[in-house]
């Protein structure tokens, strides 16, 4: 690659997406959580064998199964992107009509309110659960839009051939799949970017994930001897609703 086509990434932590299931009992018959070996080259807070298709679009996910919350994320806009970009001395595609490409899309809650604001600007979204995508394009036949499409497809099977693209949006995905996608992410930011296109990849990282990180390293804990997405939601937010319930409720800092 040459320096020019160098994707350039706004860095920082992020939660990843929140899932809302009702809540229920945490034990159901007062025995300790289990434990489960985490996958070979997996890094604790990372990943886990909860996700053993994440390329292999032919393959139901639990995505399907328990369907993130699919919304907009404003730091996402071409818009800042492109400022950003301009501070660093890049010459950033016209934003009005430009090409974007989001990997991880979802439902296309966040690529179809940007395909709104820029009628003139071409969209394409990816995605590995099936659910999703479909929940998606029913909303964007619902809009009538004609500048977005959303395919159903790993981020693994993004090749240079279906850019060039001015923009790529990669939220709330890197931390959460296995190194082979992580990869794969980058890979598709390096061959798809125009010359001065820009990379928007999210990630977590410390310290600002350590709170959250330790948090959820308790839910997974106690989540992995239940079978099911939506079994272990349930019962790692009746862990949270145990953990709140046994807090003091003076105020020992008064």
Known sequence: QSPDREPQRAQGSEPSRSKKPSTGRWYRDGSPPGRRRRPAGVAPGGPTDEHPHMTDASSHTSYDDLPYDSWAFPETHPDPLAALARLFGLRTPPVATSRVLELGCAAGGNLISLAVALPEATFVGVDLSRVQVEQGRAEIAALGLTNIRLDHRSIADVTA????????????????????????????????????????????????????????????????????????????????????????TENFGA
């Not at 992410?185 to 061959?191: D, G, N, P, S, T």
């Not at 970017?193 to 390293?217: C, I």
């Not at 804990?221 to 939506?230: D, K, N, Q, S, V």
């Open 161 to 248: 051939d279906d850019g060039p693209f001015d923009y790529v949006i990669c939220h709330g995905v890197y931390s959460w799949v296995p190194p082979e996608v992580q990869r794969a992410i980058l890979r598709v930011c390096a061959e798809t970017l125009t010359p001065h296109g820009v990379a928007y990849v999210s990630y977590n990282t410390l310290p600002g994930w350590h709170l959250r990180a330790g948090v959820r390293e308790m839910m997974t804990f106690h989540a992995r001897r239940f079978e099911g997405p939506t079994e272990r939601v349930t019962q790692a937010r009746a862990l949270l609703d145990f953990l709140i319930s046994a807090l003091p």
